[in-house]
């Protein structure tokens, strides 16, 4: 059984920071590009950022320079630092796994992130 589980969101103040934790498990971790996805009320879920299995990141233009995707294959966690938090961050943010080799993908369930003074 394939689980995403996301944790670390919160309600900050503007420009303060959050970590949030994915860790997945009942899947080849190392193999997948792992990505942050977030959605907020009444609109489209949006790609925050990918990071490959090799380490490789890319990030939306609207969070470059302020978040940073990390991962612990090891551990089987992927890692979204973000910094300068706007309130236009605030949003459900969601994990996903994808493997392009078995065409699977998967998503957790989401942790909601406020930014609000």
């Known amino acids: 059984q394939v689980q995403l589980v996301e944790s670390g969101g919160g309600l900050v103040q503007p420009g303060g920071s959050l970590r949030l934790s994915c860790a997945a498990s009942g899947i080849f971790f190392g193999r997948y590009t792992m990505g942050w996805y977030r959605q907020a009320p009444g609109k489209e879920r949006d790609l925050v950022g990918l990071?490959?299995?090799?380490?490789?990141?890319n990030y939306a233009d609207s969070v470059k320079g302020r978040f940073t995707i990390s991962r612990d294959n090891a551990k089987k966690t992927v890692y979204l630092q973000m910094n300068s938090l706007k309130p236009e961050d605030t949003a459900v943010y969601l994990c996903?796994?994808?493997?392009?080799?078995?065409?699977?993908?998967?998503w957790g369930q989401g942790t909601q992130v406020t930014v609000s003074s």
């Open positions: 990071i490959s299995s090799l380490g490789a990141t």
């Open positions: 996903n796994a994808a493997s392009t080799a078995t065409n699977r993908n998967y």
